[in-house]
């Protein structure tokens, strides 16, 4: 696999393989009411055993077989992937590797004050910090756990001290932090952070998703535009996910994903590894196919990408742009999101 460039394999819609986000560990120390309701994961949630997650080695060996079929940009994300032990090593593993070019983490920045120096050492060159809210009750609720703003801010001050690039993330529903967009925008644009609004996503089956909970970013759009004007940015690059803005007069930029209303599939080149080495070709898919097994059985890295590229090949997901246009694909049963990350 070394000498000759990467394969470009391309799915049915004719989409190619350039990211894979990694998710690498199921736990988390939050429980935000969209993702894992603590009436769900609760004390006896049965979380997976350490012996089937993917250990490093694993990860990296598949991570080696995913470049050499163009994957260019790794994300690890989780649950929370900062209560991954040793996580630091995994992403200087992965920052040997050829043709690998940018490693980004998304992380809700509580653990971030004990991570950043050793992770920007490693080799880590982002970090995606989640954040709805600067209010410390209206947060609380969100996280489900109590954390303060406070604790995330001070895990984006430590990114920023180690040297990593930094965006925001706010995930915005209409009747819980709608008021907080504005306030978020002021601040973050103060700190000449990148800061973008998602859309409530009806990922999973267990956060009560209804489409009145999401807030169109349109109207994000026009409700930040008359406060603080701003203007569109080209994309940086084919498959980009995020509509991305400026401050006028600023550098400083602001993005909107708009996965629900104005579906990107057409554009999407992700691929998901869950933290049980599971390989998935949508965030909303119903099933994975299992790449633990196989590498444990000693399959020779020529046989695990074989299965890549079948799985690759056979892919058709677009499920935001069917959910635009028929809601009964909502009544599908799909992964939750903590199992295969953001
Ligand atoms: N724990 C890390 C964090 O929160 O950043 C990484 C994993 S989390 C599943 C990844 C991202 O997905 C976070 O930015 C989170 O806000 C977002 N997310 C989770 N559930 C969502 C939903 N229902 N709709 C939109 N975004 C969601
Ligand atoms: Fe944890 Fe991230 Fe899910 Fe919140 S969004 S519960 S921080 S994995
Ligand atoms: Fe990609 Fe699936 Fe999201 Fe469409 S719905 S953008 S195919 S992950």
Not at 333 to 342: A, C, F, L, P, R
């Amino acid at each position: 696999m070394t000498g000759k460039g990467p394969e470009h394999v391309l799915d049915r819609l004719k989409r190619p393989l350039r990211d894979l986000r990694i998710s690498v560990t199921d736990k988390c120390n939050f429980r935000c009411r969209y993702c894992m309701p603590e009436e769900i994961f609760g004390p006896d949630y049965p979380f997976l055993p350490q012996e089937k997650l993917l250990t490093f080695e694993e990860m990296t060996r598949l991570v080696r077989i995913f470049a050499s079929l163009g994957v260019k940009k790794i994300r690890i994300t989780g649950g929370e992937p900062l209560l991954r032990r040793e996580l630091p090593t995994l992403i200087g593993m992965i920052r040997k590797l050829e043709g690998i070019e940018d490693i980004a983490l998304t992380t809700n920045g509580s653990l971030l004050p004990k991570f950043a120096t050793q992770l920007k050492a490693a080799g880590l060159n982002r970090v995606t910090v989640s954040l709805d809210s600067l209010d410390d009750e209206r947060f609380g609720k969100i996280n489900g756990r109590g954390f303060k703003v406070r604790d995330v801010l001070k895990g984006i001050e430590a990114a920023e001290e180690a040297g990593l690039g930094i965006k925001i993330n706010m995930v915005v529903q209409r009747g819980v932090n709608d008021q907080d967009i504005l306030p978020m925008a002021r601040y973050f644009r103060e700190k000449g952070h990148i800061l973008r609004f998602i859309e409530f996503m009806d990922v999973g089956n267990s956060n009560g998703w209804r489409l009145e909970h999401v807030v169109p970013s349109r109207e994000i759009v026009k409700m930040i535009n008359t406060e603080m004007p701003i203007e569109p940015v080209d994309p940086n690059y084919y498959g980009e996910v995020a509509s991305r803005y400026r401050y006028k007069g600023t550098d400083t930029e602001i993005g909107f994903i708009s996965s629900v209303t104005e579906a990107f599939c057409s554009t999407c080149t992700r691929a998901r590894l869950s933290a049980e080495g599971a390989l998935y070709t949508c965030l909303f898919a119903t099933a994975g196919t299992d790449l633990r097994t196989p590498l444990r059985q000693g399959e020779t890295d020529e046989q695990l990408k074989k299965r890549i590229v079948d799985v690759w090949h056979k892919r058709k997901d677009r499920y935001s742009e069917e959910r635009l246009q028929n809601t009964n694909a909502l009544k599908r049963k799909k992964v939750e999101m903590y199992h295969i990350g953001g």
